[in-house]
């Protein structure tokens, strides 16, 4: 029986990307190479949405990408602000003060976002280098507005930079990087692109390139998107080895999900989320993002009477793993992932399978009505 890995990432991979994966290892200077990277850049521009930003892909996690974007663009002192829907969007506070850089944060209460009346209050009082927004924060589920605080951005403090955290939403939710006024947005592999960890992706504007032409000194080496600049512009050139494998079972990913089409893949997130929500309603779940919940995953509330480490151990051994909740909503909330190249076959084996262990835990409920509204959703 296949284990449906439904974690907020690592997600799914399919066999063929796997298969990609598994390729004899070439010359990473090769013409070969060279073809596999370029088609892989070509293609996260289109993702980004990012037509006149210059792409990266970078060996390393998604918390890269994230350090990367900061590093980049902010000198010692530089203002940050931080608008933060969860725990990973309270993690650039963390690295805004690992920078030494002044941090502030607006935050809002879990499930919920940050109203645009706060932020432009907020940036009429001091004037930022940056801004930060999570696209989609993994810990709550929460979708962000990012084209109205962009517009917010742009209209009380137009020479910030914007930073979008595209982690658990490039790939499942349109994003327009260009066209919004975006100055860096990274992603990982690992989640709605459907590729096995360890790739981050980013894109920069020119206007943050420029800032970080005049930083006056430099916080990271591997990270200096200087030193990557001519990799990318050509990728005969050696700064720092590529994981050749991964670029290949990205190449394989991406590669499918143009096939299949961009707009259909973001409809493809929007289907499977509204089906399993749906259907965990009538077991009496609640969907913490009520009010701007994301297609890629949903973090739910047990009814009452039901034990968190018991179901997801009863799940488990059925071959169906969940994440934990972090934080505050440890043990009262638990993480579905729904994105990637998970199919809709796999979504209904997956809620089958909960429905066995809430039986077994003892919740009563009309299964027939449950798997008609999954299917007819």
């Not at 638990?334 to 429905?355: C, D, N, Q, Y």
Request: proline letters at 4%; hydrophobic letters at 40%; aromatic letters at 8%.
């Amino acid at each position: 029986m296949k284990e449906l890995l439904l974690i907020p990432g690592p997600t799914p991979v399919s066999e063929e990307v796997l298969d990609a994966l598994s390729n004899e290892t070439i010359s990473h200077t090769s013409d070969r190479f060279v073809k596999i990277l370029s088609n892989c850049l070509n293609n996260v521009k289109i993702i980004f949405g990012a037509k006149n930003s210059t792409p990266f892909i970078i060996a390393g996690s998604g918390t890269l990408g994230m350090e990367m974007a900061l590093t980049n663009i902010l000198d010692d002192n530089d203002n940050l602000l931080v608008i933060s829907h969860g725990f990973f969007g309270d993690r650039f506070v963390e690295l805004g003060n690992a920078l030494g850089v002044k941090v502030d944060v607006l935050k809002s209460n879990a499930g919920e976002t940050v109203c645009l009346e706060e932020i432009s209050k907020k940036l009429k009082e001091k004037q930022y280098s940056a801004v930060t927004i999570t696209h989609v924060d993994t810990s709550t589920g929460v979708l962000a507005d990012v084209k109205k605080i962009t517009e917010v951005v742009k209209k009380n403090s137009p020479d910030t930079l914007i930073v979008l955290d595209g982690v658990c939403a490039t790939g499942g939710v349109k994003e327009k990087m260009d066209e919004w006024g975006i100055d860096v947005i990274f992603t990982g592999s690992q989640k709605a692109m459907a590729t096995p960890p360890g790739l981050t992706m980013l894109a920069f504007s020119n206007r943050a390139i420029e800032k970080r032409k005049i930083l006056k000194k430099t916080r990271t080496y591997y990270g200096d998107i200087l030193r990557w600049i001519p990799v990318v512009e050509d990728p005969h050139k050696y700064f720092a080895t590529p994981a050749v494998n991964m670029v290949f079972a990205l190449e394989k990913s991406l590669e499918n999900i143009m096939e299949f089409g961009l707009k259909n893949y973001f409809e493809k997130h929007e289907l499977l989320s509204r089906k399993i929500r749906n259907a965990m309603e009538l077991f009496g779940f609640e969907l913490l993002s009520k009010n701007s919940p994301a297609p890629t995953l949903s973090v739910f509330k047990y009814p009452v009477g039901i034990s968190d480490i018991d179901f997801r151990r009863l799940l488990e051994k059925r071959r169906v793993v969940v994440a934990p909740a972090l934080g505050e909503l440890k043990g009262h909330y638990f993480r579905m992932g729904h994105m990637g190249s998970l199919t809709e076959e796999e979504l209904f084996v997956a809620l089958k399978r909960i429905m066995e262990v809430l039986e077994k835990m003892g919740l009563r409920f009309d299964k027939g009505k449950i798997l008609k509204t999954f299917v007819e959703s």
